[in-house]
């Protein structure tokens, strides 16, 4: 999704909106611009595909100045190209906005722009923003403030902005609405930055925008205001993770980097919420809310909503409480049978995705009590949400998502564990295996990365493939769906996962001399069956690689490939299933010589519907 970086200060703003950019490349985005004050003008320079390109185009004619703000654009309005990349200016170029997010009622605002004389340059929803700001400017006898407050009132849809004027040389105003935006402080300079990690090398005290707050930044200075213009007054946030955290750390992909992640990731989820004597410490809710609860829904979109299918047995298994997991863009339009005594988790590694907050709105709308599981503290979902539970994953960088789903699996188990105990409904000894099970997690994990070898070479002999396969039953129909899901995302391999039982009823069907089928079968209890499925294909020419543990290896001996992760308890069992997926999936998207950590068409965050 696009990303906005600004800077005030007396460094060069080009240096620094380019190197924020470039940490946001990981978002996806089509083409990158920024505008800086050289003298006393705003001058702007844009450029479609790479941000390599804007750089390139910098070097033949720099921007000097040191004022400015950038974006990387991701089309939503207007297909990618240099008119419709940001940052677009009013017609007598005085304004110059960078803006994430959509505007909803833009047709309506250009027309009346235009019944007053105003020239559109680009087919964007963005472009009505400076128009509108210079309207209002006008309007407001050339006051900056007043004329983005009267402005961004008339917005309707979501927005994060960036805004320069020409007649305040050194000065930006950022405001947001439903659409991350932060400001970072610095000494003599200050930052404004859609995600920390663009501004991370900066510094590490940042102001969190709610929405509707408008901040006035100079160099030394940055103010905060209602749309009254009250002043407003907000603690610093301080970022506590590191910089080296937000970059690649020696692997040649952030995914990598993050598969490789996982062990400390799940270890930080853990950490103070289940110690050695198996006591859990749930702060994120309370137990008697729990006790009112009869029902549960599940609302998250991709990865997340993959997790949530996990978490809906661990749930029904140890609470005994119906758990219905909904992908958020239906849930958000469904009339969900929801009361007050029901629960919805939401679950969002952004914390920012848009259907899964307007899920979130709608069931508090209903008052209905809502549990966020999210990674970003300070996400919308985790400022709404009644109870959050944060999965300190560290920041997940590539756009295909892996430590975020191991966490959100950690978290939902502790959930069902702390709804099984405010629930008492199944014996405290069956709660306890699962409890052991859990802190052996981080080691069991680390065991699963020692697949990655084979998988490497595993990969090589499929990479050419144009279809996969994926099966599995139970929970492994879950762990089926991610890992099919992680490998067309990155490889462009065309995949579907199927329940082995479905099998017979279509899927079959696709089956010839060669195809490649990926089965995975965790579970003891579910292995002959899987076996039958198995031999199904294999019957039909299938090249069949099996995911499995010391459990069930035995039992599909006939396969062509095994790949053995550790055994676990089968409720548990996904944690170390999917692992070998992520790494098959990364190994045969790099054969294929893609550009892994940012896919084609993809964002990590979907901030608009
Ligand atoms: O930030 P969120 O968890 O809300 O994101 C949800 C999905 O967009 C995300 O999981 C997506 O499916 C991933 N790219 C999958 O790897």
Request: hydrophobic letters at 40%.
């Amino acid at each position: 999704m696009c990303g906005i970086v600004g800077y005030v200060g007396k460094r060069s703003a080009a240096e620094i909106l380019l190197n924020g950019l470039e940490k946001l490349e990981y978002r996806g985005y089509d083409s990158a611009g920024i505008a800086v004050f050289t003298g006393s003008e705003i001058n702007v320079k844009k450029e479609k595909g790479r941000l390599v390109n804007l750089v390139d185009a910098l070097k033949e004619n720099p921007l000097d100045g040191n004022t400015g703000i950038g974006h990387t654009r991701w089309a939503t309005h207007g297909a990618p190209s240099v008119k419709n990349s940001h940052p677009h200016c009013s017609m007598t170029g005085k304004f110059a906005v960078v803006h994430n997010g959509i505007i909803e009622n833009f047709e309506e605002l250009r027309t009346n722009l235009k019944n007053k004389g105003y020239v559109f340059a680009s087919e964007t929803d963005t472009e009505v923003i400076p128009h509108l700001i210079d309207s209002c400017y006008k309007d407001n006898g050339g006051d900056f403030f007043k004329a983005v407050s009267q402005a961004i009132v008339q917005l309707e849809g979501s927005f994060a902005l960036g805004i320069l004027c020409q007649d305040e040389e050194d000065k930006i105003i950022a405001v947001r609405k439903d659409s991350p935006l932060i400001v970072g402080l610095g000494e003599g300079e200050n930052y404004i930055a859609s995600d920390i990690p663009a501004i991370l090398s900066e510094t590490r005290d940042v102001y969190l925008l709610s929405d509707l707050e408008i901040a006035v930044i100079t160099k030394d200075s940055v103010k905060l205001f209602d749309l009254e213009g009250n002043p407003v007054s907000k603690e610093v946030f301080k970022v506590t993770f590191s910089e080296n955290a937000a970059q690649k750390g020696g692997f040649e992909h952030f995914m990598l980097k993050e598969i490789h992640e996982q062990p400390e990731a799940a270890a930080n989820t853990l950490r103070g919420r289940l110690d050695s004597s198996l006591k859990l410490h749930f702060a994120e809710m309370d137990s008697a809310v729990m006790g009112k609860i009869k029902k549960i829904h599940i609302v998250a979109c991709g990865t997340a909503y993959h997790a949530g299918l996990v978490g809906k047995r661990a749930i029904e298994q140890l609470a005994k409480i119906p758990v219905s997991v909904e992908l958020a863009s239906e849930f958000r339009y469904n009339c969900p049978l929801i009361d007050e005594e029901t629960l919805v988790i939401v679950i969002s590694q952004s914390g920012e995705t848009a259907d899964t907050l307007a899920s979130m709105r709608m069931a508090k709308s209903l008052n209905v009590p809502v549990l966020a599981i999210t990674n970003v503290v300070g996400s919308t979902v985790s400022r709404e949400a009644d109870f959050v539970f944060y999965t300190y994953a560290g920041p997940e960088i590539s756009v295909a998502s892996t430590k975020a789903y191991t966490t959100q699996l950690v978290a939902l188990f502790l959930f069902a564990i702390f709804a099984a105990e405010s629930k008492k409904v199944v014996p405290q000894a069956e709660i306890d295996k699962v409890k052991t099970e859990l802190l052996n997690i981080p080691e069991k994990l680390s065991q699963t990365l020692a697949t990655e070898d084979a998988i490497k070479e595993l990969s090589k002999k499929v990479f050419k493939e144009q279809n996969m396969y994926y099966l599995g039953r139970g929970l492994d129909f879950s762990t089926a769906m991610e890992g099919s899901l992680k490998l067309k995302e990155i490889s462009y391999i065309h995949s579907e996962a199927f329940a082995g039982g479905e099998l017979k009823h279509g899927p079959i069907a696709l089956i010839e001399n060669n195809t490649v089928v990926v089965a995975i079968s965790s579970d003891g209890d579910l292995c002959a069956k899987m076996a039958s499925n198995i031999k199904e294909v294999l019957s039909r020419g299938a090249f069949v690689i099996a995911f499995v543990n010391d459990a069930t290896k035995a039992t599909h001996e006939d396969c062509n490939e095994q790949i053995v992760v550790p055994t676990l308890l089968p409720l548990i069992a996904p944690l170390a299933s999917i692992v070998p997926l992520q790494l098959f999936a990364y190994y045969v998207a790099k054969e294929r010589g893609y550009d892994i950590d940012k896919p084609r068409n993809l964002a990590k965050s979907v901030t608009v519907e």
